[in-house]
C-alpha cells in the first residue's frame, strides 16, 4: 500500500510564506506524476502546481510567479513553496501522486489534506 503524507499548512498574515512538503511511502515503484491541488470553502477542487511529462512544471494562473514546486525523488516527496500569499490562497491543499506498483498498475494517490489559511 501507498501512503501521502502531508505537512507545513497553517495560519500566516497576507503576504507571508509557507512550505508544504508531502512524501510518499509504501510499495513504490514508480512515480509519474507529482502535483498539488487545492479545495476553498464552497469551492471546487482546483489544480495549484504540478509536474508534468519531460520535468516540465505547470501552474494555476492564480499562483504563477508566487508559487513554486520542486521534488525530491530520493524521498519520493513533493514541495510546494508558496509565497505572497493572499487572503485567497487559503484553501486546503492536497498533494497528488501517481504511482507505479511492481504489478504494472498505476494508481492515484491524495494526500489527507492540510489548511492554509491566509489572514489579512
Known amino acids: 500500500q501507498v501512503q501521502l503524507e502531508e505537512s507545513g499548512g497553517g495560519l500566516v498574515q497576507a503576504g507571508g510564506s509557507l512550505r508544504l512538503s508531502c512524501e510518499a511511502s509504501?510499495?513504490?515503484?514508480?512515480?509519474?506524476?507529482m502535483g498539488w491541488y487545492r479545495q476553498a470553502p464552497g469551492k471546487s477542487l482546483d489544480l495549484v502546481a504540478e509536474f508534468i511529462s519531460g520535468g516540465s512544471t505547470n501552474f494555476a494562473d492564480s499562483v504563477k510567479g508566487r508559487f513554486t514546486i520542486s521534488r525530491d525523488d530520493s524521498k519520493n516527496a513533493v514541495y510546494l513553496q508558496m509565497n505572497s500569499l493572499k487572503p485567497e490562497d487559503t484553501a486546503v491543499y492536497y498533494c497528488?501522486?501517481?504511482?507505479?506498483?511492481?504489478?504494472?498498475?498505476?494508481?492515484?494517490?491524495w494526500g489527507e489534506g492540510t489548511l492554509v489559511t491566509v489572514s489579512s
Open positions: 497528488k501522486m501517481v504511482i507505479g506498483s511492481w504489478s504494472g498498475a498505476v494508481a492515484n494517490y
Open positions: 509504501g510499495t513504490i515503484r514508480t512515480i509519474n506524476g
